[in-house]
């Protein structure tokens, strides 16, 4: 069986090229210019960009510009979106393991003014070329599975599958999205040269269909009630399905107990099946994860 690294090496200018054509393109139809960024000045931007997004607590920022000009200057990544002069979206990322061969994607947003265009697609296939350029094969990050167009962001649009489940991974956060409770999240990894990922990178993203999976008999491991709450079933199918609710930010505000249900279910529910080998091959728009179980052990 070959490798993705002998991928990579053996292929690498077609793939390099396709990578750094699929990303123009992405950037292209939504309007903007991403690059790479260096200078203070830029990176004081993408700081003050991530506080309008978040919003964090006073004297709790996000990110520095003086941290992002120590992580440019060891050589990792921080780019922008621009629509002319404007700075409408941003990521950063840093080299880890294995060997530091891969890049760890740390945060990425697009300010309101940029929502709905593609942008925070274009960033990712211009983050996904720029690593491929350094011999990078492989993208991690994390996210909060309660976040169904995060969810389908990142499993469908860009193909990426999550590896574990992480319990309250980073602690308290002050902000106006994660609010004051646990910030579980899934960590997923990004296979730069599969094709899964290269058919999504050119628009064309494998997508499942749950109402035919429910017909075959997968198990609804964990849906929603006429009341918006979580309501436990039976995991025992070889393809288990798990709900989350439509809009998790707005039932933190609303309903703040009903979001800590949300989370201590998902995290009982789709956390355990994870931690028994099972995987997640997929993410339905409507709100549901598609869990295989048929190679858990």
Known sequence: MVSVTEVVTNTAPPLRDEAAAVAAGAARASGVRVRTLGEVAELAAVARLFESIWQPAPRNPLVTAELLRAMVSAGNYVAGAFDGPDLLGACFGFFGEPAKGGLHSHIAGVATPGHGRGIGFALKLHQRAWALQQGVTAIS?????????????????????????????????????????????????????????????????????????????????????????????????????????????????????????????VREVLGGLLAEGASVTGFDRAGWYVVAREHSS
Request: glycine share 8%; aromatic share 6%.
């Open 141 to 265: 990050w994390t996210f909060d599975p309660l976040v169904r167009r995060n969810a389908h962001f990142n499993l469908t649009k860009l193909a990426a599958r999550p590896e574990r489940y992480l319990p309250d991974f980073y602690g308290p956060m002050q902000d106006g999205i994660n609010s004051a409770g646990d910030t579980d999240r899934l960590m997923v990894g990004w296979d730069l040269a599969s094709p899964p990922v290269r058919t999504a990178a050119a628009g064309r993203p494998d997508r499942v269909d749950v109402t035919a999976l429910r017909d075959r008999g997968a198990a609804v491991a964990l849906a929603v009630d006429p009341a918006g709450a979580p309501v436990a079933g039976p995991a025992d199918a070889p393809v288990v399905l798990v709900a989350v609710p439509p809009d998790i930010e707005a039932l933190r505000r609303a309903d703040p107990g009903q979001g800590r249900a949300w989370r201590v279910a």
